[in-house]
């Protein structure tokens, strides 16, 4: 009874400074609208960070030879990356890739210049099918699978060589003792984007690859690529006891990219910063309508007093106008942000205009056209903190609205 | 009169227009700050891509934008660079010799790009002494002294005072190679010159390469990044005919352009903010102007215009704004205060800072105050309050004098 009275009570109240109630709930359901909209895009900016660093750069689960993760040194690589692979592929689940990869750092040569790359070496059909390597590939082909000679270069690395589509290049890499060199021919030509990464960009098969530096059979990184990322601990654990026993270190993708993770947790946390104060400034609007809504009301609320209503009635009538009018600007908020994501979710966000095709983010390249998520986790939880201090603003004018001594109250005209 | 009025009315209801004008105080202090943040990554990154990397005009053979190739040499570049030098609005000048090499250390090698620079004119220029980590910087004459990118020395595993072997390739495509002796250390800020960056005296890599007197690069500094067009014409007459002479804007617009986001950002940055606090200046005003009909009634009734009421309840918002503005430029100013002097440590992994667009940050970012950002957030401040108080404005100005004095 005395719950329905108090909610009629502060329906009533709202209801009759409608326009005020209208502008304060806009201001709560704008702020936060605004809030979740610009987290979905953050988020999504990081999916596609953390799937571009774990499909081009590591795995859901990596496997490499101690020491190589300090040293960078293609010597230090898994040798018998072909065992290793096939022990992660009879634990891996269903749908699953496991690739071979080779980093050999080096000086790629023409008759007409050289410059310094890094040759990336790959399976290339399994790697084409992680990583989409095949669109990029602006002249001649993706490579073939068994070809030890061909080589894809970056568009401006190959303009630099003089070199185009058959020619020659050598590659120059450390081996055990002196420096090695082997001949590639060009088969094609790729472009991601991304200039610098484009002007030291140079691919072949792993095999290759690690022949160069006098490991044949070895690989730098033998990578896991699951079909979908919440299997990484039981994945993780599963190719770690496979491959006890030997002298490997099988990380899970969060360890295989700790910068990029870290990347994206410090960018989240300044941005709940951000939007931590934004919503005290919307709080604090929040205060001034309660108070004034109070102030006006301090004679009909001596009035209610006077006719025996305890401090308690008008604390909580005073209250449920700020959970009623927090809850649903709050709920509507969260519906208006995840609408305006809506059309971004499906054609993305065109930076390219503004930074290229491609941008370098906490060491990785993502596509300038960054596709937000729904993230209805996280935006829930900036909602509930919206209404939380929504109502926490409420308290002390509630408090004032209750100690008010009927005689005084009344005074007033 | 007005401003009497306006300031009577505000003090009729200290608190709230306290609290009105403290949430938008909070607002400016929460821009100036995330703008003061963003001015200095802007600084940061400024300075190593626009002085570091591209100077503020630069001359070029005609083809080394679309190739990059070796052979596209300058001959003459003493005489050059001593030509550029006498120009007007010139602070610094200076030419590059680029190439790609193997550098060796005891037991490992690793892919460098050098950059053969003459080290006095390359320090006016970009700085290169003051990026000198540890051991010292190169010596004012060649002496196969180098400095390593810090990362570079650290992968093939050598020090200061350490030799290392260059295997590269001479103009004739040539296999050459020689000794040089690391002198020093060098974090540029830049990922890329971090992990393969060497510098050498342009006169040691004219003889390793047997390109005598020619680089491929002038990079010229002036006074300001951004009058680089008029120091573009200012140096054009030292310039000999079949150049290529461009301002940094041309050479990289990629860079012109994430520069030119500096100012988007903020406004951006504002208009998220003042959207929502535009919100309670409006309510307030509202309030402010419901509450006093009847007064507003006879102010009408004893001759006030209409235009004058107006004024009034504009004037009151006004000086909210005035008073948001003062108490935002105290709690900012101890923001930005606090950034400037301490900052915020964003650093990930063993000390480093993020990455972002190829460029290293500083672990502990720091902020930058320009006076346009402060100038941008008062004034933002002031028209948003303006701005949300024209309807009530408008709504009191059109009272009729009788309805409204008949109120209660």
């Not at chain 2, 050059?80 to 590059?96: D, K, N």
């Not at chain 2, 704004?321 to 923001?335: E, H, R, T």
Request: proline content about 5%; charged content about 15%; some cysteine.
């Amino acid at each position: 009874m005395s719950l329905a009275l108090t909610l009629r009570l502060a329906v009533r109240n709202l209801a009759r400074a409608l326009r005020r109630t209208l502008i304060t709930g806009a201001a709560i359901a704008g702020g936060l609208t605004m809030m979740i909209a610009s987290s979905n895009l953050q988020e999504g900016s990081y999916k596609a960070m953390i799937d571009a660093g774990v499909s081009e750069q590591a795995g859901h689960v990596v496997v490499e030879a101690p020491g190589f993760r300090a040293a960078a040194d293609p010597r230090l690589a898994v040798a018998d990356s072909a065992g290793v692979a096939a022990a992660l592929a009879a634990v891996a689940p269903p749908g699953s890739t496991v690739l071979r990869r080779a980093m050999v750092p080096g000086l790629v040569q023409s008759p007409r210049g050289s410059s310094v790359v890094v040759l990336a070496g790959v399976e290339p059909s399994k790697e084409a099918a992680v990583t989409g390597w095949e669109q990029r590939v602006v002249a001649g082909a993706f490579l073939q699978d068994g070809d030890q000679r061909g080589i894809l270069l970056g568009e401006p690395l190959a303009a630099q060589l003089a070199v185009g589509l058959g020619d020659k290049v050598v590659l120059m890499a450390q081996g055990d003792a002196d420096i090695e060199s082997r001949m590639f021919r060009v088969v094609g030509l790729v472009r991601t984007g991304a200039d610098d990464l484009d002007a030291a960009l140079a691919m072949s098969s792993v095999d290759a690859a690690m022949e160069l530096v006098g490991r044949p059979g070895a690989a730098t990184q033998v990578s896991l690529h699951l079909p979908h990322p919440d299997a990484t601990p039981s994945a993780h654990a599963a190719a770690a006891a496979a491959l006890a026993g030997r002298e490997l270190s099988v990380l899970p993708w969060p360890e295989a990219l700790p910068e990029l993770l870290q990347f994206t947790e410090r960018d989240r946390q300044s941005s709940v910063l951000m939007f931590s104060v934004l919503t005290v400034i919307v709080a604090m609007g929040v205060l001034n309508t309660v108070l004034m809504g109070v102030m006006e009301r301090i004679r009909e609320i001596g009035v209610m007093r006077a006719l025996g209503a305890l401090p308690g009635l008008v604390f909580q009538m005073v209250l449920w106008e700020a959970i009623l009018l927090g809850g649903v600007a709050s709920a509507a908020g969260y519906a208006l942000g995840m609408l305006l994501s809506w059309p971004f979710v499906v054609y993305g966000v065109d930076y390219s205009a503004l930074i290229g095709d491609s941008m370098e983010v906490g060491g990785v390249h993502i596509s300038a056209v960054v596709y937000p998520i729904f993230d209805w986790v996280g935006g829930a939880r900036f909602a509930a903190m919206t209404w939380g201090l929504t109502v926490l603003a409420a308290v002390w004018p509630a408090r004032l609205a209750a100690r008010a001594r009927p005689v005084e109250a009344m005074r007033p005209v | 009169m007005l401003f009497a009025i306006a300031w009577r009315n505000l003090g009729r209801h200290a608190r709230r227009s306290f609290i009105t004008a403290l949430a938008m105080a909070v607002g400016v202090a929460l821009c100036m700050g995330s703008i003061a943040l963003s001015d200095g990554i802007f600084q940061q990154v400024a300075h190593v891509m626009v002085d570091q990397a591209l100077g503020h005009v630069q001359v070029h053979h005609p083809d080394w934008p679309t190739r990059k190739r070796a052979e596209d040499t300058q001959p003459g570049a003493a005489a050059l660079v001593a030509a550029l030098e006498g120009r007007p609005g010139v602070v610094g000048v200076t030419g590059r010799l680029v190439t790609a090499v193997l550098v060796g250390g005891p037991s490992t090698s690793a892919g460098a790009r050098v950059l053969g620079v003459d080290p006095r004119r390359e320090s006016a220029v970009s700085g290169l002494d003051r990026l000198v980590a540890s051991g010292a910087p190169l010596g004012a004459a060649p002496a196969r002294e180098v400095l390593l990118g810090a990362e570079l020395a650290r992968s093939i595993g050598v020090g200061v005072g350490d030799e290392v072997v260059f295997v590269g390739q001479g103009a004739s495509g040539s296999i050459a190679n020689d000794l040089f002796r690391v002198v020093g250390l060098v974090r540029t800020g830049s990922t890329l010159a971090d992990r393969s960056g060497a510098w050498v005296h342009l006169g040691d890599l004219q003889a390793f390469l047997e390109l005598p007197d020619q680089v491929h690069e002038v990079l010229i500094l002036g006074t300001d990044a951004g009058e680089s067009a008029a120091l573009r014409a200012a140096v054009g007459p030292a310039v000999p005919a079949g150049r290529l002479v461009r301002t940094w804007q041309e050479a990289s617009p990629v860079t012109a352009r994430l520069m030119a986001l500096q100012d988007g950002g903020a406004v951006l940055m504002l208009g998220f903010v003042f959207s929502v606090a535009a919100l309670g200046v409006l309510n307030t005003m509202l309030m402010s102007v419901f509450e006093r009909t009847r007064e507003l009634g006879v102010l009408r009734a004893i001759g006030m215009s209409p235009g004058r009421v107006m004024g009034l309840v504009l004037a009151e918002a006004l000086l909210l704004g005035g008073l948001a503005a003062g108490l935002g430029l105290v709690l900012g100013g101890a923001v930005d205060a606090y950034l400037v002097h301490v900052g915020i440590d964003f650093s990930v992994g063993e000390g480093k800072g993020l990455s972002w667009s190829g460029i290293q940050m500083d672990p502990v970012i720091r902020g930058a105050v320009r006076w346009q950002g402060v100038a941008l957030t008062l004034g933002a401040v002031l028209g948003v309050s303006l701005l949300a108080a024209v309807w009530p404005a408008w709504r009191a100005a059109r009272l009729r004098p009788v309805d409204a004095m008949r109120q209660v």
